[in-house]
């Protein structure tokens, strides 16, 4: 019962979306487990772009089962128009499968996101404003509204009244704001159920079925480690947890149904919002990567924060993961610098030097990172497929971070395409179902 599982291992952005799509090919079922449309994925297929928020990257593949687990929070406005885009592009959307317990985010939880963000001033967190905070909040108050509530009109009105009640005072600003009207808000939202109703399912059984046919079973994880709400960079994080350990939660699987956990960062570091970020490059140096990296975000647009590749960060992204694999995205972005620096340490105001992740905010905002310079490489590498093809500088690079993680290396990237990667090693998991 082979089970993969793909998780971010920096803050987000990784490039996880080509990663599923290209093992997808393989796979029976794909599954998110967490997060909502506060993700993007881009992958490129024959030249045509596709951008997806919601809707796992396998649905590229006629007849493999799609999966938003129970984990996710869906905001069925964006799901529904996400499926219409890929219908007009003729691409069959049948396969897809939403948890009837996964939970939906409701107008209001939009205005509380960006309500929270405006009371917090400069303070913010720098939230997608998808709404993805309150609608896990009302998850945890038990409040929340779920897929299958959409199918009940008795129920739904009765669960959007109790939701709205406690939240009075916060949407006191927003009363006359039509999305809010309760009778409009059950009507919109009974006819989204009406739409999706083919669509949900009870989506732990179907990967349960998968599994013990001896399926592949890929395990989507959405934004990345340092973004996890318990181990990421708190409070500046998002509302779930993005790590591995979520996938047996939000596909509704057992530990032992994950065979493989494979990390994806990028061969430097980018973060979107606020919060620390120790490898940051405040210079032309960072400007240099945004721009050759295109580095703005699928969801939002907003200009990503770039770095240089964080040893401790990446290794504690992995003994949180418990990574047995990395892929590591975007090499090419790399080409042309004279000298490549790593961070292989941090400093702190007081002169410390120290070599953990820290976990407490206070030394996290104040940790500078200390790099080890390696040799750069001239060469465009975006027609590399094998490592043999690759400059001896690159190799080193990548030689060297899997020594630094001791994880190996299964995947590199070197350009946007599809095609564009090199196969590092053979995964025993990918093996088995060849
Ligand atoms: P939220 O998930 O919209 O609540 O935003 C919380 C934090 O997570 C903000 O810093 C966002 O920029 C960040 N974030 C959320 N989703 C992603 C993503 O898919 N990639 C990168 N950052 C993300």
Redesign the pocket.
Known sequence: MPGICIVGAQ???EGKGKVVDLLAERADAIVRFQ?GN???HTIIRDGEVFKFHLIPSGILYPGKRCIIGNGVVVDPHVLTDELDALKARKIDTSGLRISANAHVIMPYHLLL?TAGETKLGKLQ??????G??PAYADKAARLGIRMQDLLDEKILKKKITAALDPKRLSLRPYVKDPSLDLQSMTEAYLTYGHRLERHIADTARIVWDALDADRLVLYEG???AL?DIDHGTYP????SNPIAGAACVGAGVGPKDINEVWGIAKAYVTR????PFPTELDDEIGEEIRRRGGEF?T?TGRARRTGWLDIPALRYASRINGLTSLAMTKLDVLSGFEKIKVCMTYSGPDGAEFSDFPYHQSVLHHARGEYIELDGWTEDITECRSPSDLPRAAVDYLAFVAEQLQVPIVLVGVGPGRDQVIWMQESAQLAAVA
């Open positions: 803050w987000g952005d997060g506060n993700a993007g996101d967190i720098g939230t997608t404003r998808r993805i905070g959405a934004q990345g973004l500046f994080v998002t509302s979107v919002g606020a919060g975000g969801t």
